[in-house]
């Protein structure tokens, strides 16, 4: 059975930073990736774990960065220099079904961390 439990999300100030987690059962050696959605947008992808190296995304300027400890079987999204346009819902989501790494193709997702910052 595979579940994936995301945490750490809350409400920040601008400028500031967040650690969330993504805790995975039932699973491993797939693609990963960390995707976010606000309301009325679509889901984006911010850093993925592809054939175990992260990937971030461009358009994040090397603000976000993911990582993966296969001990604790748990993917990081560390979140630095936050402002308002980052305020979403956050997804985890593992086993690429199709496509690029960026695309919301995954055959499993986490319920979401929601992420406020001010």
């Known amino acids: 059975h595979v579940q994936l439990v995301e945490s750490g999300g809350g409400s920040v100030q601008a400028g500031g930073s967040l650690r969330l987690s993504c805790a995975t059962t039932?699973?491993?050696?797939?693609?990963m990736a960390w995707f976010r959605q606000a309301p009325g947008k679509e889901r984006e992808a911010v850093a993925g774990?592809?054939?175990?190296?992260?990937i971030d995304s461009d358009s994040l300027k090397g603000r976000f960065t993911t990582s993966l400890d296969n001990a604790k079987n748990t993917v990081y999204l560390q979140m630095n220099n936050l402002n308002p346009d980052d305020t979403a819902m956050y997804y985890c989501?593992?086993?690429?079904?199709?496509?690029?790494?960026?695309?919301?193709?995954?055959?499993?997702w986490g319920q979401g961390t929601q992420v406020t910052v001010s």
């Open positions: 989501a593992a086993f690429l079904t199709s496509g690029a790494w960026d695309r919301p193709e995954y055959r499993y």
């Open positions: 039932g699973i491993s050696d797939v693609c």
């Open positions: 774990i592809v054939r175990g190296r992260p």
